[in-house]
């Protein structure tokens, strides 16, 4: 889902209010999801941290961490329940001809039934 869940998702937010990532519909939307019962598995381990999973070419912006958080893990409740970690290979993205997209994870408790 390429939606910016919240003004801490987003390097200055206000530059971003008329973009459809950031359009109050689309957000509401997402938070329908976790509503829902989806949990946001970034979110919930970096629950008060500055954590971005974009950042465009232009401007500068991976140096500068003027980033995005528009890339999500959403987990069921079986799957949240087992959640150990999640995050962003940030460093990924400051490789050479890079995606503008950083990979982001998910480790998950064994069920032990395998």
Do not use: C
Request: aromatic share 12%; hydrophobic share 35%; charged share 30%.
């Amino acid at each position: 889902y390429n939606v910016i869940p919240t003004e801490r998702d987003v390097y200055k937010p206000e530059r971003w209010v008329d973009d459809a990532l950031f359009r109050v519909e689309v957000r509401e939307a997402f938070a329908r999801l976790t509503r829902q019962g989806w949990t946001d598995a970034l979110r919930a381990m970096h629950t008060d941290e500055t954590i971005y999973t974009y950042w465009d070419y232009f401007r500068d912006a991976y140096r500068r961490n003027a980033g995005l958080r528009i890339d999500h893990l959403l987990l069921n409740p079986p799957a949240a329940a087992r959640l150990v970690s999640s995050g962003v290979d940030r460093d990924v993205r400051g490789w050479q001809k890079a995606s503008d997209h950083a990979p982001t994870w998910v480790e998950l408790r064994d069920t032990g039934t395998g």
